[in-house]
């Protein structure tokens, strides 16, 4: 059980594009989602944690009004790059956890983002 | 100051052997602590949970020193497939901290 799908794996798209990342918890519910970005050699850096129905709430440093998440279900939620440029080629990783308990993650198998 | 430090390595190690990672982490009111394990280009996925009094997994142990706020993961008789990063995560009431992992590559 608890697993999480990404789609899609990779991308890559020309600079000024938008790329849209789907998550899914593919055998349970998931209030809850987070989103994550890791670029080469680096931690995993939280950029937003989606609630089911509600606006993600992004950390510190975070563009909103870049990186639009929609929760729409208890089993999905995207992550919309917009206006992507090569700077935001990275590692995007989400994670899903129980609602009974929260603290464990399970993470997609991640999107590899390169932007042209 | 981070919130997570690790030592990053790279630690390289003939198989066999014994390796330990220490992880240490600022917030005393952390709650939960976990190791993940880290492939390249893939995703973390738990490798333990730390508690307090301690935990083992076969070749895996894993310590939680709350008073030093730090820690362990101890991993004996090391195979060529332990080979990755091990990252150490931290939880707060609302939060999730990585550590930056420790790169671990198991020599033949």
């Known amino acids: 059980g608890a697993v999480v799908s990404q789609h899609p794996s990779w991308v890559i798209c020309k600079s000024g594009t938008s790329v849209k990342i789907e998550c899914r918890s593919l055998d349970f519910q998931a209030t809850t989602m987070f989103w994550y970005r890791q670029f080469p050699k680096q931690s995993l850096m939280l950029m937003a944690t989606s609630n089911e129905g509600s606006k993600a709430t992004y950390e510190q440093g975070v563009e909103k009004d870049k990186f639009l998440i929609n929760h729409a279900s208890l089993t999905l939620s995207t992550l919309t790059v917009t206006s992507a440029h090569p700077e935001d080629s990275s590692f995007y990783i989400c994670s899903a956890s129980y609602p009974a308990s929260t603290d464990t993650q399970y993470f997609g198998p991640g999107t590899r983002l390169t932007v042209l | 100051r981070k919130e997570v430090e690790q030592d990053p390595g790279p630690f390289n190690v003939p198989e066999g052997a014994t390796v330990a990672f220490n992880c240490t982490y600022s917030n005393s009111a952390s709650q939960s602590f976990f190791w993940y394990r880290q492939d390249c280009r893939k995703e973390p996925k738990l490798l333990m949970s730390?508690?307090?009094s301690g935990n083992e997994d076969g070749r895996f142990t894993a310590q939680l020193n709350r008073a030093s706020q730090y820690i362990s993961l101890l991993i004996r008789d090391s195979k060529l497939s332990d080979s990755a990063t091990y990252l150490c995560?931290?939880?707060?009431?609302?939060?999730?901290?990585f550590g930056t992992g420790t790169r671990l590559t198991v020599i033949p």
């Open positions: 995560v931290v939880t707060g009431a609302n939060n999730l901290f």
């Open positions: 730390v508690y307090s």
